[in-house]
Every structure is written in C-alpha cells, then in structure tokens.
C-alpha cells in the first residue's frame, strides 16, 4: 500500500499549477521554495514570468542553482513602432 502524499507536498503541487497567479515567492521559506523550483524545471513549467518571480525572491540558493544551470532571461528586442525618415 502505498503512502499517502504529505500535505506540504500537496500544497506545492497545487502551488505549481497556479504559479502564474502569484505575484510574489519570497515570503516561502527557502526549503519550500527551492522544491518548488525544482518541481517547476520538472514539470516544464519555467515561463519567462515565473522565472522573474524566483529571481526576484533574492535568495542565493535559487540564484545559484539558475546560475549553474545556466538558465537565462529571454531579452525581446525593442522594434521601433513608427517607421518614418523623421525621428
């Protein structure tokens, strides 16, 4: 028989299908949140958004780990949005 999930593992998973909602991570505690990442990267749930919002909780741990797996930022380029021999 297998073990039923924790509920810290259950409030994650439900954390993860609603991470695009959240508009801000750095009140979770760094154990929490670091498995939250992970379970993000495994899901193929990184979006350009959510990886703003783990970048934005500061904390060293995350910065790291998105350093050593040398995950960037998606830089748009800036198109001009009128087209005219005056500037």
């Avoid at 439900?14 to 760094?30: K, R, Y």
Wanted: aromatic share 4%; net charge positive.
């Amino acid at each position: 028989m297998r073990t039923p999930p924790s509920l810290l593992s259950l409030s994650i998973d439900s954390a993860l299908l609603h991470l695009s909602h959240f508009s801000d991570l750095s009140p979770l505690p760094d154990h929490i949140l670091l498995d939250l990442f992970l379970r993000t990267l495994k899901a193929g749930k990184l979006t350009e958004k959510v990886l703003q919002l783990f970048i934005a909780t500061g904390k060293d741990e995350i910065l790291l780990l998105i350093q050593d797996l040398n995950i960037k930022r998606i830089l748009s380029p800036v198109l001009p949005t009128r087209c005219s021999e005056r500037f």
